[in-house]
């Protein structure tokens, strides 16, 4: 996904800005062309028209929370000045529940939040992913719970139950999430992270439950029937086996398939919209010099059959790993994390694979649905 944007005075400006530093143009995100766009208003109230140089500039309304504090920048797309449309975008209207916002923290928080949603939620419309608010589709809608655990009750678990993703907005507290990132020997720990591998499972029953991908999802990353419970209780009492990163992506995939899946799927967008940016800024992975020897034909899942979207996977899976060794070089040289601390082995390709296929096949189910209980904190 592209996210280098230009305004129209020149200057560069980014996904997340709400006005340009160079001349001061009020913008706002389009996610129906996943464009940044340098608005003007025009003659009707709260009606803005895109800047750019074309005979009918596209029309939008602001999204109402740009002035809360989830600061929201997107846009909510108009056909005619007075059509009828939602005072919420797209993104903001998947929200369900925020917290206390009375509460300083809370409204810092959420706010941090919201930021990482709508980075998740462009990258998976950018991908042609269904995405529909819970209030708009009742069956198969999203919707995200943002919650703070009060006194004396039972703490928030951030995990996924039939459509609707719980977070705990303490994630969103830099020292908390280190604390708990460290006491579960994490390397990698963020809202953006979380957020990923929650929507992990809401695909899962949207994309692979009761269709024909059930099948190749359970001879790549196993039957899904194991009790789950059992398995989380194992891993969190055993922690995981110790030859876990020769066949999953983190020590925590390896519990339960439903695990596996959704952190694979996690990584999988990790690595999509990060190789999007870089190639939005001209950074290519396949222009590193670094001698590294590439995945091949033999890491995909046994299945391919020869698709054409194979060649097109690897050669994005090693721009990946030719990208990464050079930023991690780059985060040492900093004194900083390895930007991306994790070792890809040729089984958790297979998986990534799979993912891709399915993605990229997007054959969303229209059978029943399955409930389960909320995963727990992502690790």
């Known amino acids: 996904m592209n996210r280098s944007f230009t305004c129209v005075c020149g200057q560069p400006i980014f996904f997340r800005n709400s006005v ?10 389009d996610a129906v062309r996943g464009k940044l766009v340098p608005l003007a208003p025009t003659d009707t109230p709260d009606v803005w028209r895109s800047q750019e140089s074309v005979d009918e500039p596209p029309l939008y309304r602001r999204c109402t ?3 809360s504090p989830a600061t929201c920048n997107w846009l909510v797309p108009l056909q005619t000045p007075d059509e009828f449309a939602p005072d919420l975008c797209q993104c903001c209207r998947l929200t369900r529940t925020v917290p206390d916002l009375s509460v300083p923290e809370h409204a810092t928080w959420w706010g941090r939040i919201e930021l990482a949603k709508r980075r998740l939620a462009s990258s998976l419309l950018a991908l042609r992913l269904p995405l529909v608010p819970r209030s708009e589709d009742a069956e198969k809608g999203l919707a995200f719970d943002i919650l703070t655990s009060l006194p004396g009750a039972a703490p928030v678990i951030t995990g996924h139950a039939s459509g609707v993703i719980t977070l705990d907005a303490c994630e969103a507290d830099d020292a908390t999430r280190e604390l708990r990132r460290t006491s579960l020997r994490e390397p990698y720990r963020t809202l953006l992270g979380h957020l990923r591998h929650e929507t992990g499972h809401y695909y ?18 196993g ?27 983190t020590a925590y995939a390896s519990c339960h398939p439903w695990e596996d899946w959704a952190e694979t799927w996690a990584h999988y967008l990790h ?20 001698a590294c020897e590439p995945f091949g034909p033999s890491a995909l899942s046994e299945s391919s059959n020869g698709e054409v979207t194979d ?16 930023l991690n070089e780059m ?49």
């Open 20 to 29: 340009c530093l160079g001349c001061q143009a009020p913008l706002g995100y």
């Open 65 to 67: 929370n740009l002035s």
């Open 204 to 221: 899962w029953e949207r994309l692979v439950d009761g269709t024909p991908w059930h099948e190749p999802f359970r001879a790549v990353f």
């Open 223 to 249: 039957d899904e029937r194991a009790d789950y419970g059992q398995a989380l209780q194992n891993h969190y009492l055993n922690g995981a086996p110790p030859d876990w990163s020769s066949r999953h992506v």
């Open 271 to 290: 690595m999509r919209d990060t190789l999007g940016t870089a190639r939005g800024f001209g950074i290519r992975g396949d222009r590193v010099e670094l």
């Open 311 to 326: 060649a097109r996977f690897l050669q994005w899976l090693n721009h990946w790993l030719n990208l990464t060794v050079v």
């Open 331 to 379: 985060s040492r040289s900093m004194g900083v994390p390895d930007f991306y601390p994790f070792v890809l082995s040729q089984p958790a390709v297979r998986k990534l694979h799979l993912v891709h296929r399915i993605i990229s096949h997007k054959t969303p189910r229209s059978a029943r649905r399955r409930t389960r209980p909320p995963a727990p904190t992502q690790s």
